[in-house]
């Protein structure tokens, strides 16, 4: 399934130089994993909307050549 993401975005934006579709898919494995949700959001008391942010901004920043957007982590 990432891997999926990980050439439709490739097919979309520029990635990050160096990043292929399988880097790309372990990127998005890792932020998007459903263990790291429910670590962040269960056990560190993170909101849903907090999560949200922090993962669109990693896989932006890690993935694509794309500027990272202007938000921050804090509610």
């Not at 891997?3 to 932020?31: H, N, P, Q």
């Not at 790291?36 to 560190?44: E, G, M, P, V």
């Not at 990693?58 to 694509?64: E, K, Y």
Request: proline share 3%; aromatic share 10%; no cysteine.
């Amino acid at each position: 399934m990432q891997r999926v993401f990980s050439e439709a975005l490739a097919r979309k934006t520029s990635l990050r130089d160096g990043l292929t579709s399988e880097l790309g898919a372990d990127v998005a494995l890792t932020i998007l994993f459903s263990e790291t949700y429910n670590l962040l959001l269960h056990s560190r008391g993170w909101s849903r909307a907090r999560w949200r942010g922090w993962a669109f901004d990693a896989l932006v920043g890690l993935l694509t050549t794309l500027p990272r957007p202007v938000q921050t982590l804090e509610e």
